[in-house]
């Protein structure tokens, strides 16, 4: 399987500041049909995953803009501009290209 | 309103099967798929596999074939998952995510999740 790995896996920040999540896949989740299929979801604590990114840069509805995705090949990035205390969540990263889709280890966001 | 809403928390025996349901509501089921994503105790997010609302074709992730069956009941826009011989590694909250007709890893709508507890 497609191994991804995120860091770091635990980000101290301070309320207004930016962080930024890195994700390496082992394989690029590059597609033969020019995709990218590379996705960001965020899990509050005590609730079920949300999607935030997909195809590494498009915000989903009601994802607030300073959410935003980068990166190509094997190297990902989400970056939240300024932190809100609404932000604290673990932020998993997904390749959706090989078969099993795999996910990242999660990184944990606190303030 | 859009939404996914599943069956309520099991406790199985070692051994045993359990089967978790996944009720679509506010868009039209055979136009998607559904995938089921599990999560252990502390742990991360694993995908365990995908169905086709549209015509139940399913793919499952190599280490669940065999023991998981993914079905759908269009007539009631529900989907279902069963795990056989349960184990206790199998504990975790299994969710079902809504997913493309054929594309599993869409996952943009998320059910509330289901507690399996697998225990003696």
């Known amino acids: 399987d497609v191994v991804v790995t995120q860091s770091p896996l635990s980000l101290p920040v301070t309320l207004g500041q930016p962080a930024s999540i890195s994700c390496r896949s082992s394989?690029?989740?590059?597609?033969?049909?020019?995709?990218?299929?590379l996705h960001w979801f965020q899990q509050r604590p005590g609730q079920s995953p949300r999607r935030l990114l997909y195809k590494v840069s498009n915000r989903d509805s009601g994802v607030p803009d300073r959410f935003s995705g980068s990166g190509s090949g094997t190297d990902f990035t989400l970056e939240i501009s300024r932190v809100e205390a609404e932000d604290v969540a673990i932020y998993y990263c997904m390749q959706g290209t090989h078969w099993p889709y795999t996910f990242g280890q999660g990184t944990k966001l606190e303030i | 309103q859009i939404q996914l809403v599943q069956s309520g928390a099991e406790v199985r025996s070692p051994g045993a099967s359990v089967k978790v349901a996944c009720k679509a509501s506010?868009?039209?089921?055979?136009?998607?798929?559904i995938s089921w994503v599990r999560q252990a105790p502390g742990q991360g997010l694993e995908l365990m596999g995908w169905?086709?609302?549209?015509?139940?074709?399913?793919n499952y992730a190599q280490k669940f074939q065999g023991r998981v069956t993914m079905t759908t009941d269009t007539s009631t826009s529900t989907a279902y998952m069963e795990v056989r011989s349960l184990r206790a590694d199998d504990t975790a909250v299994y969710y079902c995510?809504?997913?493309?007709?054929?594309?599993?890893?869409?996952?943009?709508?998320w059910g509330q999740g289901t507690l399996v507890t697998v225990s003696s």
């Open positions: 169905i086709s609302a549209s015509d139940g074709n399913t």
């Open positions: 394989h690029s989740p590059l597609y033969s049909d020019g995709n990218t299929y």
């Open positions: 506010g868009y039209i089921f055979t136009s998607y798929g």
């Open positions: 995510a809504r997913a493309a007709y054929n594309y599993a890893g869409t996952c943009d709508l």
